[in-house]
């Protein structure tokens, strides 16, 4: 609304992301990477509150992400820039719930949301290609999770190939208490340490089949970089295996650690014995396209 009518504020799900793989295929010109990775939105989740019209605002509950650079207010920026509106206003509050730099998404996820539900609200009508095209300019995650759900995701991440959905399945998510950075992350990466998408098409032919997740096939390129150099999480992931989970695999730059499991019971006893240790895990699940794309109107 641009006649300064508030209109009813709503509320908005930016979904965190897992990758289920990640391979890193090489290095490009441009200094990024290539990558093929099978992305899964899960249902741990930020809150938008977004009301447009009005005053322009931002306020997030996270005192150091309540800046003029958040990719929640750049996003409404750039939307505004590429519909040539410097009139169009929105008052947005951000709840954190998905930990900031963990490989999540949840930075990425909160811009896509702000980009589906302004697009949206401002009655803009830009197309999904528009707002993809507009999100790459937020980060590599970000054009996926403008559609969500499970998906295929190659060049540095602003090739998107949406996939019918993956097995359902319940997770045991653990954010270590570091500090991992995504660019010396890569940067630490030797072509030795370059994949192929042999576990990636692996997976994927599983999901286009309908058929459970080879859960053997569930890999990370960059997990054994982060593991090695920050020993903690490496304790943290021995540990879950100790206690049990069948799998613990890094999602994107890390440190975020996940085991899947298809059933609650077991999930819910290795969360409970992870607290135990004081780990900070969160018991969560894969999260649908439909389901993304439906919290967002
Ligand atoms: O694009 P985004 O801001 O998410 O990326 C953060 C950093 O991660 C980049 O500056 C780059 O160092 C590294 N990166 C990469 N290759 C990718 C994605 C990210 O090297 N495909």
Same mark, same amino acid.
């Given at each position: ?25 090489? +290095? ?35 005192? !150091? ?31 954190? =719930? ?12 909160? !811009? ?22 507009? !999100? ?15 998906? +295929? ?27 991992? $950075? ?18 990636? =098409? ?14 053997? +096939? ?13 020993? =903690? ?5 021995? $540990? ?31 969360? =409970? ?25």
């Amino acid at each position: 609304m641009s006649d300064g009518t508030v209109a009813t504020p709503i509320f908005a799900a930016a979904y965190a992301k897992i990758n289920l793989t990640l391979a890193v295929l090489g +290095r490009r010109d441009d200094g990024y990477h290539r990558l093929a990775s099978v992305m899964q939105t899960i249902s741990l989740c930020d809150t938008l509150r977004i009301a447009v019209g009005g005053a322009d605002r931002f306020d997030c509950d996270v005192a !150091a992400l309540a800046q003029p650079d958040n990719l929640v207010v750049r996003a409404a920026s750039l939307l505004r820039a590429e519909v040539a509106r410097p009139d169009l206003a929105a008052e947005i509050e951000l709840h954190k =719930e998905v930990p900031a730099q963990g490989g999540l998404g949840g930075g990425s996820s909160d !811009a896509a949301t702000a980009l589906v539900t302004l697009n949206a609200r401002w009655r803009l009508g830009l197309s999904l290609a528009r707002l993809e095209a507009l !999100a790459a300019r937020l980060g590599s995650d970000t054009p996926y999770l403008i559609h969500g759900g499970t998906a +295929r995701i190659e060049g540095r991440g602003e090739i998107v190939e949406p996939l019918p959905d993956a097995e359902p399945l319940w997770l045991a998510l653990v954010k270590p208490l570091v500090d991992v $950075s995504t660019p010396a992350v890569f940067g630490a990466l030797t072509p030795a340490d370059y994949g192929d998408a042999a576990d990636t =098409e692996a997976v994927i032919a599983a999901i286009r089949a309908e058929n459970p997740l080879p859960f053997e +096939r569930l890999t990370n390129t960059l997990e054994r970089g982060v593991l090695r150099a920050y020993p =903690e999480v490496a304790d943290i992931k021995k $540990s879950l295996l100790d206690l049990g989970a069948p799998l613990v695999v890094m999602s994107g730059s890390g440190p975020s650690l996940f085991a899947p499991f298809r059933s609650l019971r077991e999930a819910a006893s290795l969360v =409970e014995r992870a607290r135990g240790r004081h780990l900070n895990v969160w018991l969560c699940h894969s999260v649908t396209r439909a389901q993304v794309q439906a919290a967002r109107e």
